[in-house]
């Protein structure tokens, strides 16, 4: 990054909330015995309540989690990153969602507009710069949504592969102790979970969409193959950067 590159300002440090001596693989084995919406309610509602934050993507998958969520305590805070490249089928399918299930505590968050005029005042840093578009509308907005918690539940799964090939139930990323309920499920689990419960599905999956983010960087992906095969088509980039564990807020 050059010397006139703008940076943002780094926040407040803040203690970590995790005791020294937590041992995840210890957890994680007091854990496996649980399934999905057991493991959700040991966390949710016996171990931190109050502490815990679930973030979603309102894509292809979401409805899943978000409906053991609901069924679980509907007012559990759920964060929802609008970068203002979302499909406006997401944004539609994040309100029906919202009222199906009856969460009562959904955060839509968004990029600080200042941050995109320096940043980004054509529009087009996703073109020549992805990881640097992903920090800005994404992973930045995101460390101040989830500031106020402890614990992180995702919905990500190993089939997605990648990185996620041998994602763990149980996790520490930077301060949370994040929580991947789904992450031992197929994809043919979550579309009987799916199909079982009447979730509605999001508008896009019937054009062949099975991974769902901006739409500058997402097409088709078809069916039987990769499930994120449509993200950032024709470069390496396979995540945009909230799962990857950062210690600063500088954009570089």
Not at 92 to 115: C, F, M, Q
Request: charged share 25%; hydrophobic share 35%.
């Amino acid at each position: 990054m050059s010397a006139s590159t703008p940076v943002l300002p780094e926040p407040a440090a803040r203690p970590p909330a995790l005791p020294p001596s937590l041992n995840i693989d210890a957890l994680d084995r007091l854990l496996s015995p649980l399934n999905a919406e057991q493991l959700l309610r040991q966390v949710i509602v016996d171990a931190f309540p109050g502490r815990a934050v679930v973030t979603t993507s309102f894509g292809a998958e979401s409805a899943v989690l978000l409906a053991l969520i609901a069924g679980i305590d509907p007012s559990t805070p759920v964060v929802f990153l609008d970068t203002g490249y979302l499909f406006a089928q997401t944004l539609s399918y994040r309100d029906r969602l919202v009222r199906h299930l009856g969460l009562t505590d959904v955060r839509t968050v968004t990029p600080d507009p200042d941050d995109l005029a320096r940043e980004d005042p054509m529009g087009n840093l996703h073109k020549h710069d992805p990881d640097r578009c992903c920090r800005l509308r994404k992973d930045i907005p995101l460390e101040t949504a989830l500031a106020g918690f402890d614990v992180w539940i995702s919905g990500r799964k190993r089939f997605h592969g990648g990185d996620r090939g041998s994602l763990p139930r149980v996790e520490v990323d930077r301060r949370y102790l994040k929580i991947n309920p789904l992450a031992d499920w197929s994809e043919d689990a979550i579309a009987q979970a799916i199909a079982e419960t009447g979730l509605p599905a999001h508008p896009l999956v019937e054009h062949g969409f099975t991974s769902i983010g901006c739409f500058p960087c997402t097409e088709p992906s078809g069916t039987g193959g990769y499930s994120r095969a449509g993200r950032w088509p024709g470069s390496d980039k396979t995540e945009c950067g909230i799962h990857i564990a950062k210690n600063h807020r500088n954009l570089s």
